[in-house]
């Protein structure tokens, strides 16, 4: 399978980063999807990703994807885990971040 090149010069949008999320994602990576409006826009572009495990966000509830995620990374730590994170859906649950930074979670 041919990977998208990713999109020198372009403007930031749901579509820009599907494709340069599509031509970066490793292997068997876990991807925490909580991106709410923009998700489908994102998730089109990785069906020529690496292959991958989705966590999407459940029933349009909120606040679950950074918990998630890191839950995720705590589990596998093996693996890379990538979230998808909404500004408004990440305020719910600040917490997870310095939760992230006292486990030493890599960016």
Same mark, same amino acid.
């Given at each position: 399978?041919?990977?998208?090149?990713?999109?020198?010069? $372009?403007? &930031?949008?749901?579509?820009?980063?599907?494709?340069? &999320?599509?031509?970066? &994602?490793?292997? @068997?990576?876990?991807?925490?999807?909580?991106?709410?409006?923009?998700?489908?826009?994102?998730?089109?572009?990785?069906?020529?990703?690496?292959?991958?495990?989705?966590?999407?966000?459940?029933?349009?509830?909120? @606040?679950? @994807?950074?918990?998630?995620?890191l839950g995720a990374a705590m589990a596998?730590?093996?693996?890379?885990?990538?979230a998808l994170e909404a500004d408004g859906?990440?305020?719910?649950? &600040?917490?997870?971040?310095?939760?992230? $930074?006292?486990?030493?979670?890599?960016?």
């Open positions: 399978m041919v990977r998208p090149a990713l999109p020198e010069g $372009a403007e &930031l949008t749901p579509d820009t980063i599907g494709l340069a &999320l599509a031509s970066l &994602l490793p292997e @068997g990576s876990i991807v925490s999807d909580e991106m709410v409006s923009s998700g489908e826009a994102v998730l089109r572009h990785l069906s020529s990703a690496a292959s991958y495990d989705l966590l999407p966000i459940t029933g349009g509830a909120i @606040g679950q @994807g950074l918990p998630l995620a596998c730590p093996d693996r890379k885990v990538i859906s990440g305020m719910y649950t &600040l917490q997870s971040l310095w939760t992230m $930074a006292r486990e030493r979670w890599t960016w």
